[in-house]
């Protein structure tokens, strides 16, 4: 797909993964609608980006929005859902672990209600995590929804062919969602990237080259890209 003068809808568009991948579809041409719960915290925006306020686990908010910005032909969600359950299962509250799936319903709120929107040559790109496939200790909320993250994206591409939908799955991720700062921050992210085979944590930027890249192969269907500095294998 030439991104070029295309339209793109980016849920959690705002910060992080899904903010330096608007940046990077505005700098390829593209005009693109950046959505969150508060669009506000982003800040100043470069032109090309403009905002909406909503919620993913709205159903009716995320239809309506989705009619009044239609058509587009990129459709992203990056956007989180809800509080991540950290911890093992045999203690973890179990509504805890539920709500963790709000990822899950979020994207397959956005995807439900942007489907009909999106033209035969339309693009889908989702964000699922590395944990769907390498689970450390504490994380088998996040490994359980990465994991559906990606079944449900496969078991779609079939059904909404020629539309296409793909999965980049970062690995730990220098971004807001993590809230420490100065000397804490880097302790953090040496202490959980030092064995991996690139030791460091990735940036927005890379994950959004991957996104980037699923858009643009048009040959690319169903499939998960993995931008996590080879974690899978450390
Ligand atoms: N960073 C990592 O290390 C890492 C690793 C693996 C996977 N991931 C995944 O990558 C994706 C992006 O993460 P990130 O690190 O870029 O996080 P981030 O900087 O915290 O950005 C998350 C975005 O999602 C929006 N959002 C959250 N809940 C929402 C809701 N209910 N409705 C609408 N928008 C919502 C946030 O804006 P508002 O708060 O304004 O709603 C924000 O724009 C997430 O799915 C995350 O699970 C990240």
Known sequence: MDISGKKAVV??????????????????????????????????????ISTEACDVRDADAVSNLLKKLAPFDILVSAATGGSRAIGEFASMDLDGYKSSFDKLWGYSTVVRHGIEHLPDHGAIVL??????????????????????VEAFSRALAKEIAPKRINVMSPGLIDTPMVPLQGEERDAH??????????????????????????????????????????????
Do not use: W
């Not at 995590?129 to 450390?136: E, F, I, K, W």
């Open 11 to 48: 849920f959690g568009g705002t910060s992080g993964i899904g903010l330096a991948a608007s940046k990077q579809l505005v700098d390829l041409g593209a005009t693109v609608i950046a959505i969150s719960r508060d669009p506000s915290k982003a800040g100043d925006l470069p032109a090309g």
């Open 127 to 148: 964000v699922s995590g590395s944990p769907a496939r390498r689970c450390g200790p504490g994380q088998i909320a996040l490994s359980s929804v990465g994991g559906a």
């Open 189 to 234: 992210y040496k202490r959980l990237t030092g064995n991996n085979l690139i030791a460091r944590p990735g940036s927005a930027d890379e994950c959004a080259q991957g996104i980037i890249f699923l858009i643009q192969n048009d040959f690319v269907t169903g499939t998960t890209l993995d931008v996590d500095g080879g974690i899978l294998l450390s």
